[in-house]
């Protein structure tokens, strides 16, 4: 409950900075890790559901074109022509969406650059493993590949890893078999034939979740902890109330709960999808303003709190003198 009451507390109580920076680096730290995971849930989970029902309609296009996927000794092939290439587009709510079946095992670097500029993600069915990318970069130029062989092999091989274009067609070509070499595939994998576009859906729809969340979270830890990280080293000589600088650890608590805000507005502007508001914008900007919020409010508690103890040491002063007065007339 106190993770739930902090959030709320340092998005609208900005007074609450004061206190919490004497909370630890690291409880500062957990809380903004939570904060990420659970948004990353929220939001991949929204977007799942937003493009479950584009994916079912392209898995029964799909289906009715090829006649479903053969899973056997050749691996994974359609049940019509298994030595076509085919590729198809779905226009879901966050743009493109490809499937690609490539039965040669390969993509040529050409052939990307004529991908349409909205294509944000996909997935690439192999004989001997199935592919989902999404962009990393902006232009098309690096893509986030997630790898899920269907062999007893690739045990080196990671299951996230960021690709530039060169590197993504060698990847393909490299895990890929053409059709006519024979799979050694995983004894816990179910042959036959499917020809129940449901099936297809149901694992798109996971790699679709899997693939945003994968996003998000690169964008919520990753971009976040650097932009974090960024501003603590601007601020190591900042000056507190006293004239004195501010101690590392009280620095970086603050920045990190100051962050909070920023990493809540950033998640939920993104997900309305509006132009020139992604979420490096949205959080910078919100991030940025509640860090002045959360210094001043540290440094105008801290002198508040110094004048509070000065005044109490002068009382106390007069007291003893008082007290050292009656004293002596009392002698």
Aim: proline share 4%; charged share 20%.
């Amino acid at each position: 409950m106190d993770f739930f009451r902090t959030v709320w507390q340092t998005a609208f109580s900005p007074s609450v900075f004061s206190r919490l920076a004497q909370r630890s680096f690291w409880r500062a730290l957990s809380y903004y890790l939570i904060l990420a995971v659970l948004l990353g849930v929220i939001f991949s989970s929204l977007e799942g559901c937003g493009t479950g029902r584009e994916i079912r309609q392209a898995c029964s296009f799909l289906f009715e074109k090829t006649g479903g996927f053969r899973f056997g000794k050749e691996g994974l092939v359609t049940v019509r022509t298994p030595e076509e290439k085919k590729e198809y587009e779905i226009l879901t709510s966050r743009g493109r969406m490809r499937i690609d079946y490539l039965p040669m095992a390969a993509l040529p670097v050409s052939e990307m650059g004529n991908w349409e500029q909205d294509t944000l993600y996909g997935v690439i069915l192999l004989r001997n493993a199935v592919l989902s990318w999404t962009k990393y970069a902006a232009d098309g130029s690096a893509f986030m590949v997630m790898f899920a062989p269907l062999e007893n092999k690739f045990p080196d091989v990671p299951a996230v890893q960021v690709l530039d274009r060169e590197e993504f067609s060698s990847f393909v070509s490299k895990v890929g078999k053409p059709v006519g070499v024979q799979a050694d595939l995983r004894k816990e994998l179910k042959k036959g034939n499917y020809t129940d576009p449901a099936a297809l859906s149901r694992i798109l729809e996971g790699f679709v979740s899997l693939g945003n969340l994968g996003i998000l979270l690169l964008q919520y830890i990753f971009l976040g902890l650097f932009t974090v990280g960024f501003f603590i080293l601007l601020q190591l000589f900042r000056m507190g109330p006293d004239g004195r600088r501010l101690p590392l650890k009280i620095n970086a608590a603050l920045t990190l709960f100051a962050a909070l805000p920023g990493l809540l507005a950033g998640a939920v502007v993104q997900s309305f999808h509006i132009p020139f508001l992604d979420f490096q914008n949205v959080f910078l900007l919100v991030f940025f303003l509640y860090d002045i919020l959360a210094f001043h409010a540290y440094c105008t508690g801290k002198g508040r709190g110094d004048e509070e103890e000065k005044a109490g040491e002068e009382e106390h002063d007069a007291e003893e003198n008082e007290n050292n007065e009656q004293d002596e007339n009392h002698k």
